[in-house]
């Protein structure tokens, strides 16, 4: 059997229950308006508070439940006044809001409850009492001390649903449980009776950006992944006659070639040498290259080639950049910058004259430039803009032709003009190194952390009307308009609405039954 308890302390070890009295339901209220002839018309009706009435006995000594109280003997043992017990009564019925009251008579059962009115003692003794307490219930409720959940589940159309069934005799409010699998950046509760909802219906999982990927890195000299060609399509009058290899000294470096190979022979060449080459998996359209170049010549006279090019999808130059050296008397070298010609051919659109000598200025592709780190180039193709580097500036040259064309090869050549030799009369340094290919503008998906993450919990409070989110609460992603709605007696279909790219992992309704 329950206690009898009042503000979570238990009354039974200082008041005796004798009598319960409860009305039949609550207090009516008919609002009504006379007709003219006969009877009136029912304007509304209404329940007002609860009042439970409990006649207790009180005693300032022990006394054995089968033991029969003459409450005007002498008694025979000590026994305290009653004033004390009295005073501390007082003091446990204070109350100026409703607190939780249980009966023993109702052991499911609880009130929300507050002494009403003077406890008068009936002055029987000194040691023994009587007295009736009313305590006035305002929400007019007994409340029960367990709960009852409903688990939601998808319905034939993909919605979270569950029907709540009031098996009580009043409204009941409803908290919700939600966790999240997916994170989402709307909740909905929805039912006939209305609708609560938070954060923001449209807003979005992520939207498309852009960035750049590398798509081919070559560092320190380690180009095994390039193969060796057999034709330089930027100018088939190069002609290849050996092959080149790569290495780790001076940082690393591609364009080795061997001490002797052919420079003569075919009729029209123009210069002789080999090819590497690496073909992308995918054609791209918009791309950019950053490496570093090694151009230096070790005696006057001494000539040779540096060819780095782009090509498409039919193998026809889209840009490139060429070094080269046909001065066979003195020091001049030519850095040319190269695009296709539309038709399959190639033209230079700018040449810049430098001395390919050891010192910086005015070679960044010799040996100090490359001690310093100021070797480096860049090539670029966006749309129909190709830009090129030499020297800390930036040369843009412009062609509608290649605006849709998509690189498929790059090769880089090394070699020495026709009827040169390739000992003493080949530039002594001629490498590639450090070689990055990079998609531009590649479009992904961005993902925008949601308001309801990943595994989070959502909690909805329908009695206090808040919602919180891992435990905080979360006041200002309420949407104007939403009803914390209650469940009537009897059955309601709720339904749980989320984010269209959101994943719920579990969901759960839980109510709280009252009567009158």
Request: glycine share 8%; net charge negative.
């Amino acid at each position: 059997m329950s206690n009898f308890s009042f503000k979570g302390v238990d009354l039974s070890p200082f008041l005796d229950i004798l009598e319960i009295n409860r009305t039949i339901g609550n207090e009516r209220k008919l609002t009504a308006e006379d007709l003219i002839e006969t009877g009136v018309e029912l304007q509304s009706v209404s329940y007002g508070a609860k009042t439970i009435k409990i006649k207790v006995a009180l005693a300032s000594r022990a006394i054995p439940a089968t033991t029969f109280v003459d409450t005007i003997e002498y008694p025979t043992t000590s026994s305290n006044n009653l004033n004390t017990l009295r005073e501390h009564i007082a003091i446990l019925l204070r109350a100026k809001k409703p607190y939780r009251l249980e009966l023993p008579d109702e052991p499911n059962r609880f009130y929300m409850a507050l002494p009403n009115g003077d406890i008068e003692l009936d002055g029987i003794s000194d040691w023994y009492d009587q007295t009736t307490i009313e305590f006035f219930v305002p929400d007019g409720l007994a409340h029960t001390n367990s709960t009852r959940e409903f688990e939601f589940t998808k319905n034939s159309d993909g919605v979270w649903e569950t029907e709540i069934i009031n098996d009580g005799g009043e409204d009941a409010t409803v908290n919700y449980e939600i966790k999240l699998k997916k994170e989402s950046g709307f909740i909905g509760i929805v039912s006939e009776y209305g609708a609560m909802q938070y954060g923001k219906v449209d807003e979005a999982d992520g939207y498309t950006a852009r960035k750049n990927v590398t798509v081919l890195s070559n560092q320190k000299g380690d180009f095994a992944n390039w193969a060796d060609g057999t034709v330089n399509y930027e100018n088939t009058n190069k002609i290849i006659t050996t092959t080149m290899t790569a290495d780790t000294s001076f940082g690393g470096r591609l364009g080795l070639l061997p001490s002797s190979f052919t420079t003569s022979g075919t009729s029209g060449a123009y210069q002789y040498g080999a090819v590497k080459e690496y073909t992308l998996s995918n054609p791209i359209s918009q791309w950019y290259i950053w490496a570093r170049a090694w151009f230096e010549t070790g005696l006057m006279g001494q000539t040779g080639a540096w060819c780095l090019t782009v090509l498409d999808e039919s193998n026809h130059l889209i840009a490139g950049m060429a070094i080269e050296k046909d001065d066979t008397v003195g020091n001049t070298a030519n850095v040319r910058f190269l695009m296709g010609d539309g038709s399959g051919g190639s033209r230079t659109v700018k040449t810049i004259s430098f001395t390919p000598s050891y010192w910086l200025p005015p070679n960044p592709y010799g040996s100090e430039g490359r001690d310093t780190n100021s070797n480096m180039f860049d090539l670029v193709k966006e749309k129909d803009r190709v830009q090129f580097f030499w020297y800390g500036g930036y040369y843009p040259f412009y062609d509608s032709r290649l605006a849709n064309v998509k690189a498929k090869k790059i090769q880089f050549f090394v070699g020495q003009y026709a009827g040169r030799n390739t000992t003493d009369r080949k530039v002594t340094h001629h490498y590639l190194n450090d070689f990055t290919f990079q998609e531009l503008h590649v479009d992904y998906w961005k993902d925008v952390p949601n308001r309801y993450p990943s595994w989070s919990t959502i909690d909805i409070d329908g009695e206090n009307g808040q919602i919180k989110v891992n435990n905080q609460i979360r006041l200002d992603d309420e949407i104007l308009g939403t009803t914390y709605f209650k469940v009537p007696p009897g059955k309601t279909k709720v339904q749980l609405l989320v984010s269209s790219f959101a994943e719920v992992e579990s969901a759960k309704a839980t109510i709280e039954e009252a009567y009158i």
